[in-house]
């Protein structure tokens, strides 16, 4: 059923995804506040008391209501180390509806660790909180997000056309999405 989650602890050969704990402020500010990060955003990094408001709300973020967001640091059982973080927003409960994130420090790109935390995120999604559908929003110019929902299974549905804008410059993003039937027939 549906928001059956109390703080998930997931395991992937080279991975656990865990919630954050305020030990990995660190971490979460060492990628969070990199520009490149947030190419691809409709936002900039946060800066200074910003970046500790933002760690703190994803430390307290209920995972109860839509909109709410399930964000989980992408750790490597190596050694521990942050990557970046994955996250399953609750798009619409009564459709059965998430949304699928993520972000990493660049240091960790091209290893598969985005393909490897989304993939069990998306276990976790359609397996634990039994969701029907989860889709991802990527900016159009994003490609390496759109190889890892292409990877996924995810199949693109909708190309939205300067439907939003930062800094004055309008940007397109793709829809992808997989079904739970899609995923369970893989």
Same mark, same amino acid.
């Given at each position: 059923?549906?928001?059956?989650?109390?703080?998930?602890?997931?395991?992937?050969?080279? !991975?656990?995804?865990?919630?954050?704990?305020?030990?990995?402020?660190?971490?979460? %500010?060492?990628?969070?506040?990199?520009? =490149?990060?947030? $190419?691809? #955003?409709?936002?900039?990094?946060?800066?200074?008391?910003?970046? $500790?408001?933002?760690?703190?709300?994803?430390?307290?973020?209920?995972?109860?209501?839509?909109?709410?967001? !399930?964000?989980?640091?992408?750790? %490597?059982? =190596?050694?521990?180390?942050?990557?970046?973080?994955?996250?399953?927003?609750?798009?619409?409960?009564?459709?059965? *509806?998430?949304?699928?994130?993520?972000?990493?420090?660049?240091?960790?790109?091209?290893?598969?660790?985005?393909? =490897?935390?989304? %993939?069990?995120?998306?276990?976790? &999604?359609?397996? @634990?909180?039994?969701?029907?559908?989860?889709?991802? $929003?990527?900016?159009?110019? +994003?490609? &390496?997000?759109?190889?890892?929902?292409?990877? #996924?299974?995810? *199949? $693109? *549905?909708?190309?939205?056309? *300067? +439907? +939003?804008?930062?800094?004055?410059?309008?940007?397109?993003?793709?829809?992808?999405?997989?079904?739970?039937? =899609?995923? @369970?027939?893989?």
């Amino acid at each position: 059923m549906l928001l059956s989650c109390a703080k998930p602890e997931l395991h992937t050969p080279r !991975l656990l995804l865990r919630k954050f704990a305020a030990s990995d402020f660190d971490a979460f %500010r060492a990628y969070r506040c990199l520009p =490149e990060v947030y $190419r691809f #955003l409709y936002n900039d990094p946060p800066e200074g008391e910003a970046m $500790r408001a933002c760690f703190e709300t994803v430390l307290a973020a209920p995972f109860a209501a839509d909109g709410d967001k !399930l964000t989980l640091a992408v750790c %490597r059982r =190596e050694d521990g180390a942050v990557a970046g973080e994955v996250l399953l927003k609750l798009g619409s409960t009564a459709a059965l *509806q998430g949304e699928l994130g993520y972000l990493f420090h660049p240091a960790f790109h091209g290893q598969g660790l985005a393909l =490897e935390a989304a %993939r069990a995120m998306l276990a976790f &999604g359609f397996s @634990d909180l039994g969701f029907h559908r989860i889709f991802a $929003r990527l900016d159009t110019l +994003n490609t &390496g997000s759109a190889r890892v929902a292409e990877k #996924l299974g995810m *199949q $693109r *549905q909708a190309h939205l056309r *300067q +439907n +939003n804008r930062h800094k004055g410059v309008w940007g397109d993003e793709f829809i992808y999405a997989l079904l739970r039937s =899609e995923w @369970d027939a893989r």
